[in-house]
């Protein structure tokens, strides 16, 4: 009866009259239920059912038992023996589709409710993990931070104890002779270490508050590359180290459009770490002209870095090495800042490095030719009256500043009109009374009212005007502050002469351009 009560297409069925022809237990797996009608063998049929349900426990393979006879009479053996259905009476074929159905149904819930469980400990384990990495990172930081300002500390007190000990020493009338001179050399050596160390610090102050400023300007690589040689050969030869210098560029392209300190200071912190740990070999300074690209290298035989301290060395704290630092001095922030000086440039950091076979690190920068920008640069700055005429309201609570401003003005403008307010308070007020100004520059920070204020004031009369901040706040906050009040552009003090003729340019030949809170690079 059981065989005929599922003999429809959704089923499939392998039925048996013996216990030795059903299949092994591991290939019970590939069945969804077994239906169980005990025979008179009821020792073995018990112990097989159990050794069922012991390798395949609940709904993995669910069970029903379908006993007319009552050869199972102890209705707590069927809980023990993991049976999910029990039939005892006569059992129609209806009543047995039903009950397969229903654990069919129970044992696709079960097997769902499963995966779920797995998924979310496999999403809990991710997390714990992450958690773990996290916290880890988290004590390395502290660790390495710690281990950064104890060294800032020895970078600091080490040369201050030279300075001040050997100074004791020369107030002695009687020190004289080679002793003195070795003292004033000590006190030498101990100053330029104590100033590298803070340029360092001061440095990375700027790049971590993002107030990184660049002056582009003509570079001549020849001059360049002569006060870099003249710095670095006594020094090198000091330490009996071979220095090389190559200058692979045309002769009528060595004068480039750049930011001379800034590339100035990467060769400077590059060669210092070549020095610092190369003890024999020598030390090659290369620039050469590929195509549109000017790559700058430094390569030495030093000590060399794995792959892990190359992946570290731009992260701040964790690039300082404890046994580095221990026998080397310095803060190694050297390719931290050289790293954030490319990017400044344009150009990337790039670096080679082998374990005992020294380093090379290359700096490349987009070439553009010097010659050709100063030749902008005079067109525009000695263009006959570049600016027709002008009328420029003038705020800032420093009369030195409002005479450098005016004199600015009155060198690129033909017909000019200034007012000047030494605080926000005036400018609002000389703006109310007169509203015909082409164009104002604001101080930001001034008695009474500040920039800020008076910008948003003026935006309530007039939504157009340029209004542009000059101001000694240079942090990358303070521009960004100024654009979002309303302000269209933004002039860092001490103010750059030919920055302050390309904004103009922008905002008196160009009114168009001059809508509030546009961004200046765009």
């Given at each position: 009866?059981?065989?005929?009560?599922?003999?429809?297409?959704?089923?499939?069925?392998?039925?048996s009259?013996?216990?030795?022809?059903?299949?092994?237990?591991?290939?019970?797996?590939?069945f969804?239920l077994?239906?169980?009608?005990?025979?008179?063998?009821?020792e073995?049929?018990?112990?097989?059912?159990e050794?069922?349900?012991?390798?395949?426990?609940?709904?993995?393979?669910p069970?029903?038992?379908?006993?007319?006879?009552?050869?199972?009479?102890?209705?707590?053996?069927?809980?023990?023996?993991?049976?999910?259905?029990?039939?005892?009476n006569?059992?129609?074929?209806?009543?047995?589709?039903f009950?397969?159905?229903?654990?069919?149904?129970?044992?696709?819930?079960?097997?769902?409710?499963?995966?779920?469980?797995?998924?979310?400990?496999?999403?809990?384990?991710?997390?714990?993990?992450?958690?773990?990495e996290?916290?880890?990172?988290?004590?390395e930081?502290?660790?390495?931070?710690t281990?950064?300002?104890?060294?800032?500390?020895?970078e600091?007190?080490?040369?201050?104890?030279?300075?001040?000990?050997f100074?004791?020493?020369?107030?002695?009338p009687?020190?004289?002779?080679?002793?003195?001179?070795?003292?004033?050399?000590?006190?030498?050596?101990?100053?330029?270490?104590l100033?590298?160390?803070?340029?360092?610090?001061?440095?990375?102050?700027?790049?971590?508050?993002?107030?990184?400023?660049?002056?582009?300007?003509?570079v001549?690589?020849?001059?360049?590359?002569?006060?870099?040689?003249k710095?670095?050969?006594?020094?090198?030869?000091?330490?009996?180290?071979?220095?090389?210098?190559?200058?692979?560029?045309p002769?009528?392209?060595?004068?480039?459009?750049?930011?001379?300190?800034?590339?100035?200071?990467i060769?400077?912190?590059?060669?210092?770490?070549?020095l610092?740990?190369t003890?024999?070999g020598?030390?090659?300074?290369?620039?050469n002209?590929?195509?549109?690209?000017?790559?700058l290298s430094?390569?030495?035989?030093?000590?060399?870095?794995?792959?892990?301290?190359?992946?570290?060395?731009?992260?701040?704290?964790?690039?300082?090495?404890?046994?580095l630092?221990?026998?080397?001095?310095?803060?190694?922030?050297?390719l931290?800042?050289?790293?954030?000086?490319?990017?400044?440039?344009?150009?990337?950091?790039?670096?080679d490095?082998?374990?005992?076979?020294?380093?090379?690190?290359?700096?490349?920068?987009?070439y553009?030719?010097?010659?050709?920008?100063?030749?902008?640069?005079?067109?525009?700055?000695?263009?006959?009256?570049?600016?027709?005429?002008?009328?420029v309201?003038?705020?800032?609570?420093?009369?030195?500043?409002?005479?450098?401003?005016?004199?600015?003005?009155k060198?690129?403008?033909?017909?000019?009109?200034?007012?000047?307010?030494?605080?926000?308070v005036?400018?609002?007020?000389?703006?109310?009374?007169d509203?015909?100004?082409?164009?104002?520059?604001?101080?930001?920070?001034?008695?009474?009212?500040?920039?800020?204020?008076?910008?948003?004031?003026?935006?309530?009369?007039n939504?157009?005007?340029?209004?542009?901040?000059?101001?000694?706040?240079?942090?990358?906050?303070?521009?960004e502050?100024?654009?979002?009040?309303?302000?269209?552009?933004?002039?860092?003090?001490?103010?750059n002469?030919?920055?302050?003729?390309?904004?103009?340019?922008?905002?008196l030949?160009?009114?168009e351009?001059?809508?509030?809170k546009?961004?200046?690079?765009?």
């Amino acid at each position: 009866m059981v065989e005929s009560a599922l003999m429809e297409p959704e089923y499939q069925l392998m039925s048996s009259n013996s216990l030795g022809d059903l299949p092994d237990l591991k290939a019970l797996a590939y069945f969804h239920l077994i239906i169980f009608c005990p025979g008179n063998n009821f020792e073995a049929e018990h112990k097989y059912i159990e050794e069922v349900k012991r390798f395949h426990p609940g709904l993995t393979l669910p069970l029903i038992l379908i006993d007319p006879n009552l050869a199972f009479d102890d209705f707590e053996d069927f809980e023990q023996m993991d049976i999910q259905d029990y039939r005892s009476n006569d059992v129609s074929k209806k009543a047995i589709r039903f009950s397969v159905n229903q654990l069919f149904k129970a044992r696709e819930e079960y097997f769902e409710r499963e995966e779920e469980i797995k998924r979310l400990k496999i999403e809990r384990s991710k997390k714990n993990n992450l958690l773990e990495e996290v916290s880890l990172k988290a004590q390395e930081s502290d660790r390495l931070k710690t281990a950064f300002l104890n060294n800032i500390s020895h970078e600091l007190r080490t040369p201050m104890n030279g300075i001040l000990g050997f100074l004791e020493y020369l107030e002695d009338p009687q020190l004289e002779g080679e002793i003195k001179s070795q003292f004033i050399k000590n006190i030498r050596v101990s100053s330029e270490r104590l100033l590298n160390t803070l340029q360092d610090l001061i440095e990375i102050s700027e790049i971590e508050a993002g107030d990184l400023k660049v002056k582009f300007e003509t570079v001549n690589l020849q001059n360049l590359l002569y006060f870099i040689r003249k710095l670095y050969q006594p020094r090198a030869h000091a330490k009996n180290l071979e220095i090389e210098f190559s200058l692979n560029v045309p002769e009528e392209q060595r004068v480039i459009w750049s930011d001379q300190n800034k590339i100035k200071g990467i060769l400077i912190h590059l060669l210092n770490n070549a020095l610092k740990f190369t003890n024999r070999g020598k030390i090659h300074l290369r620039i050469n002209l590929v195509a549109d690209q000017l790559n700058l290298s430094v390569s030495d035989t030093g000590i060399g870095m794995n792959e892990t301290d190359i992946a570290n060395i731009y992260q701040h704290f964790v690039q300082i090495e404890e046994h580095l630092t221990r026998k080397y001095d310095g803060l190694g922030l050297g390719l931290t800042i050289c790293e954030a000086y490319s990017r400044c440039l344009n150009g990337k950091l790039e670096i080679d490095s082998q374990v005992d076979h020294g380093t090379t690190v290359m700096l490349q920068i987009p070439y553009i030719s010097g010659k050709q920008e100063v030749a902008k640069e005079k067109e525009l700055i000695n263009g006959q009256q570049k600016f027709s005429k002008a009328k420029v309201l003038l705020v800032d609570d420093d009369p030195i500043n409002l005479q450098l401003l005016e004199k600015f003005l009155k060198d690129s403008v033909g017909e000019l009109d200034t007012l000047k307010a030494k605080n926000g308070v005036e400018a609002v007020e000389f703006y109310k009374q007169d509203p015909s100004f082409d164009l104002i520059l604001m101080d930001l920070k001034m008695p009474l009212m500040n920039g800020f204020e008076a910008t948003r004031e003026i935006r309530k009369l007039n939504a157009e005007i340029p209004i542009i901040a000059q101001t000694a706040y240079a942090m990358h906050q303070d521009k960004e502050k100024a654009l979002s009040e309303g302000c269209n552009d933004y002039l860092s003090k001490p103010l750059n002469k030919m920055l302050f003729y390309k904004t103009l340019d922008r905002f008196l030949k160009h009114p168009e351009f001059a809508s509030p809170k546009q961004d200046p690079d765009k």
